[in-house]
């Protein structure tokens, strides 16, 4: 057979294996899938499109390594941006934030709009304790889009790790704004809630995402935290020898809180008579 036939016949089985690997992967049959794109990178070592679907694959099972593997020799094909934010995406799970930080800045001097890659730089800047820097990564995400819920999640997360309350619950209300019921969100806001000492609103709230969300055992948690902090609270509050007005009202919302309603308005009460 001559060459340039042989070749041609070569292509066409390396494509069809690429195809049944693609439709094998439609019916979330992994093992299959990887087994068509190594068949079909044996025909061709070169086949960018094969090595970076199988690391997909990889990853999905959790196969760092694997993956890692996959998109460097994808690399090896051809730089390519999805590429390379895919390596870094792998690096990112491992800790490996520099390696990580590498590859996206790679990925964008392809790219100068790579929304997501700007996204992920943030995380990777605010893992390597350089604020100033994710908050121009994810600003310039911003700037790309200024309604994207991944990059003002960001924001708000960012703002809370540097402890600006301010700043984040601002993004927050932009955020609820478009998801009110999100309970991400509003476990968001409980812990600025918390943070501002605001127990029995933050408790609230927490109880209030628990009885719409099946999916309560973070939610759970978060509570019982809570329920620690609020009984601590309150026997400082009845450690004092004397209690004001203030003292009674956040005494009679704690007990609100933990169930107690006829306590609670049994001290507010006393407080009402005492004021």
Known sequence: MPPQSDYSEKLSQRNALFEKALQYEKEHKWKDALKAYREALKLDTNFFEAWLNAGAIYSRQGKIQKAIDCYRQALRCRQDKKALYNLASEFFKLSQYEESQ??????????????????????????????????????????????????????????????KKNMAAQYLEKLLQKKPKDSYLLRLKAKLLLQENDLPQAIGLLQEIASADKRVNDIAKDLSHLQDIMRDKKQKILDKKKLNKRDLFDLSMLEFFSGNPQRALEILSKGLREG
């Open 102 to 163: 590498q590859m996206l800045e790679r990925a964008i001097s392809l790219d100068k709009d790579f929304l997501q890659a700007y996204i992920l730089l943030a995380y990777v800047y605010e893992k390597l304790r350089q604020s100033q820097k994710a908050e121009a990564a994810i600003k310039e995400a911003l700037r790309l889009d200024p309604e994207n819920y991944s990059a003002q999640l960001a924001l708000v997360l960012l703002y809370l790790e540097l402890d």
